[in-house]
């Protein structure tokens, strides 16, 4: 299988995350990484659960520790966005925050976990509550870990 870090991602064809994920590719993460009012955003490339074709897309992000963590929430829509079945499938993503570039492992919340990585995520944005209260899902929050 090709890898993920050398692959062409797919990125979104169309809308507004398309015109982030490619200012923020263009250059380099110099611009796009902060979005809007100090929110910070990374890129997120996975492998395409049916296509096995990279895919790329911008997520809003908070640190824990050395991890960057992630909210599935599709804006409160009653399914998981496709980025997130992906990584359902495998795992192994990269990741890009500014100008670096890694690889890192994807883990879902846990019970023990989800309170602490969810309050983590609505300090940065807030609307996250709003996108709960929307669906009867309950919305993922990712944990991405770096690895060499």
């Known amino acids: 299988m090709a890898d993920l870090m050398t692959d062409t991602p797919v990125d979104p064809a169309a809308g507004w995350v398309a015109d982030h994920v490619r200012l923020y590719t263009q250059s380099d993460g110099a611009q796009g990484h902060i979005w809007r009012e100090g929110v ?21 992000y908070a640190r824990d ?21 992906n990584i359902e499938a495998d795992p192994e993503v990269v990741v890009q925050v500014g100008g670096e570039r890694f690889r890192a ?3 879902r919340d846990t019970p023990d976990t989800r309170a602490h990585l969810w309050g983590l995520m609505t300090a940065v944005w807030p609307d996250y509550d709003a996108y709960a209260t929307k669906t009867n899902r309950e919305i993922p929050v990712v944990v991405l870990t770096p690895h060499a």
């Open 65 to 85: 520790g050395d991890s960057y963590v992630v909210m599935a929430s599709y804006g409160g829509s009653p399914t998981h966005p496709d980025w997130y079945l």
């Open 105 to 107: 492992r994807a883990m």
């Open 40 to 60: 910070p955003t990374l890129l997120l490339t996975t492998r395409g659960r049916k296509s096995g074709q990279a895919r790329r897309t911008a997520l809003i």
